[in-house]
């Protein structure tokens, strides 16, 4: 698959037509387990010395062709699907991690991962260390003997803050530590960060790769180039697995050890597995998303700049703007497109942002980026609801703050809906004075 180009592996890669039937779109797989041929067979899988389906909650053949299209599409070599988001970030640092180990995060990161690596990780002895990834000296003074990896977003949620994926993946080279980039908003239609020296690749595939607003899932993307034998850091992939009569799964299996461990022990005991019926849904959706990534950019450019000329705005965080500091990052990294997701600020303030939210009659107000449809939330008063002040500042979700997901309608009707809904906004705000 390697030959073809982006748009030729988003409906192709993974996808053989079926075997037995000839059925064409990849079918649903809607089964919990397989027989094997024989006791042999059955032992060789149970001992990773071969690969095959044993049980839905390791490995599924619909899961299967969406992990070969997405590591396809990301530039990797293997990829691991699971639940959701939230459920992949944990099974990505699973395989590394050990109780008082350490990571670096940016401290702009979707309010929801800030949360869970900061409180729930603890938990787990995994200790979190944000700093603000746009100063490469603060990174690296951050990076001590017990940091495993560092962890950004290619571009930040909600923020239209751009990470310097190159120089970050430099700094995390140099140290000897993973870098793994959250190209859940970005999408490998604009940005492909192993490609920039990124070692793993996580998703919300819930947002633009399924891009209808049907399906929770996740993935991590491996590059399949780190080695995890240049220091002792990595026991947990080259030391000996306890629960697989003492295998070391980079010994063994070297350049798909980190996919092999996701799937054989991640999987297996924290269990959170993508469902074949959300499979088969992202599959559909990847199969559009050039396409639909070239319109929401399109769409939210033209929002951008009418919110930026709009009195009752105070600003507009839209990283094509020519006023973003991020805009050369962007145009590296991203070709040119800007994405569809970013942040506004009204005049009006907390009252302002609430009224804006409730006045909006096209867009709808959830809590949720990436589909067709135009979305819009004030991240203050839900999303970064449980972050301190200086946490939501840092992260671009002070009080004033809507961000707003560009969706694929007839862009008029969008500016109209929100042309009213701002007029509302000023009004609420001025009765709050
Ligand atoms: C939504 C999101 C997540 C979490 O994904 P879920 O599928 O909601 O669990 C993580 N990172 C980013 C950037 C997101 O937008």
Same mark, same amino acid.
């Given at each position: 698959?390697? !030959?073809?180009?982006?748009?030729?592996?988003?409906?192709?890669?993974?996808?053989?037509?079926?075997?037995?039937?000839?059925? @064409?779109?990849?079918?649903?797989?809607?089964?919990?387990?397989?027989?094997?041929?024989?006791?042999?067979?059955?032992?060789?899988?149970?001992?990773?010395?071969?690969?095959?389906?044993?049980?839905?909650?390791?490995?599924?053949?619909?899961?299967?062709?969406?992990?070969?299209?997405?590591?396809?599409?990301?530039?990797?070599?293997?990829?691991?699907?699971?639940?959701? #988001?939230?459920?992949?970030?944990?099974?990505?640092?699973?395989?590394?991690?050990? %109780?008082?180990?350490?990571?670096?995060?940016?401290?702009?990161?979707?309010?929801?991962?800030?949360?869970?690596?900061? %409180?729930?990780?603890?938990?787990?002895?995994?200790?979190?260390?944000?700093?603000?990834?746009?100063?490469?000296?603060?990174? @690296?003074?951050?990076?001590? $003997?017990?940091?495993?990896?560092?962890? &950004? +977003?290619?571009?930040?949620?909600?923020?239209?803050?751009?990470?310097?994926? +190159? *120089?970050?993946? !430099?700094?995390? %080279?140099?140290?000897?530590?993973?870098?793994?980039?959250?190209?859940?908003?970005?999408? $490998?239609?604009?940005?492909?960060?192993?490609?920039?020296?990124?070692?793993?690749?996580?998703?919300?595939?819930?947002?633009?790769?399924?891009?209808?607003?049907?399906?929770? #899932? #996740?993935?991590?993307?491996?590059?399949?180039?780190?080695?995890?034998?240049?220091?002792?850091? /990595?026991?947990?992939?080259?030391?000996?697995?306890?629960? /697989?009569?003492?295998?070391?799964? /980079?010994?063994?299996?070297?350049?798909?050890?980190?996919? &092999?461990?996701?799937?054989?022990?991640?999987? @297996?005991?924290?269990? *959170?597995?993508?469902? $074949?019926?959300?499979?088969?849904?992202?599959?559909?959706?990847?199969?559009?998303?050039?396409?639909?990534?070239? @319109?929401?950019?399109?769409? *939210?450019?033209?929002?951008?700049?009418?919110?930026?000329?709009?009195?009752?705005?105070?600003?507009?965080?839209?990283?094509?703007?020519? !006023?973003?500091?991020?805009?050369?990052?962007?145009?590296?990294?991203?070709?040119?497109?800007?994405?569809?997701?970013?942040?506004?600020?009204? %005049?009006?303030?907390?009252?302002? #942002?609430?009224?804006?939210?409730?006045?909006?009659?096209?867009?709808?107000?959830?809590?949720?980026?990436?589909?067709?449809?135009?979305?819009?939330?004030?991240?203050?008063?839900?999303?970064? !609801?449980?972050?301190?002040?200086?946490?939501?500042?840092?992260?671009? *979700?002070?009080? +004033?703050?809507?961000?707003?997901?560009?969706?694929?309608?007839?862009?008029?009707?969008?500016?109209?809906?929100?042309?009213?809904?701002?007029?509302?906004?000023?009004?609420?705000?001025?009765?709050?004075?």
């Amino acid at each position: 698959m390697t !030959r073809y180009g982006f748009e030729t592996r988003m409906i192709h890669a993974g996808s053989e037509p079926e075997p037995v039937t000839g059925a @064409r779109q990849t079918p649903i797989f809607q089964n919990t387990s397989y027989v094997f041929h024989d006791a042999d067979d059955a032992a060789a899988l149970f001992n990773l010395q071969s690969f095959g389906f044993i049980y839905s909650r390791l490995t599924n053949p619909t899961v299967a062709a969406l992990e070969e299209r997405l590591a396809s599409l990301e530039g990797g070599r293997g990829a691991t699907c699971a639940a959701s #988001g939230h459920a992949a970030q944990l099974l990505a640092f699973f395989p590394f991690m050990e %109780k008082g180990d350490r990571f670096v995060a940016s401290n702009r990161l979707y309010g929801g991962s800030i949360t869970q690596f900061s %409180k729930t990780f603890a938990k787990f002895g995994w200790e979190v260390d944000f700093v603000d990834t746009g100063d490469l000296d603060a990174v @690296r003074a951050a990076i001590g $003997p017990a940091t495993k990896a560092l962890f &950004a +977003e290619s571009l930040a949620n909600p923020g239209g803050v751009v990470s310097d994926l +190159e *120089a970050l993946a !430099r700094v995390a %080279k140099d140290a000897g530590i993973l870098f793994i980039v959250d190209n859940t908003m970005a999408t $490998p239609a604009l940005c492909r960060p192993i490609e920039w020296g990124a070692d793993l690749v996580v998703h919300s595939t819930t947002k633009f790769i399924s891009g209808n607003g049907t399906s929770m #899932g #996740g993935a991590v993307i491996d590059s399949g180039t780190f080695d995890w034998a240049q220091n002792d850091r /990595y026991g947990g992939l080259t030391g000996p697995e306890p629960a /697989y009569h003492g295998l070391s799964f /980079y010994e063994s299996i070297g350049e798909m050890a980190f996919t &092999a461990h996701y799937h054989a022990v991640g999987l @297996r005991d924290l269990g *959170a597995t993508m469902a $074949p019926m959300n499979a088969f849904l992202t599959l559909l959706g990847l199969e559009t998303l050039s396409l639909r990534m070239e @319109r929401h950019c399109d769409n *939210a450019a033209t929002v951008a700049a009418f919110l930026a000329a709009h009195p009752a705005v105070a600003w507009v965080s839209f990283a094509g703007s020519d !006023r973003s500091p991020f805009k050369p990052l962007a145009d590296r990294y991203f070709g040119g497109r800007y994405g569809s997701v970013f942040t506004f600020g009204l %005049k009006g303030g907390y009252a302002a #942002g609430m009224a804006l939210v409730e006045s909006c009659t096209l867009l709808s107000h959830l809590a949720n980026i990436g589909d067709t449809r135009s979305l819009i939330l004030h991240p203050a008063s839900t999303t970064h !609801r449980q972050l301190t002040d200086a946490q939501r500042i840092a992260a671009g *979700a002070g009080p +004033e703050v809507v961000r707003i997901s560009v969706g694929l309608e007839t862009v008029k009707d969008i500016l109209a809906d929100l042309d009213q809904a701002l007029t509302r906004a000023g009004q609420a705000a001025q009765a709050a004075e």
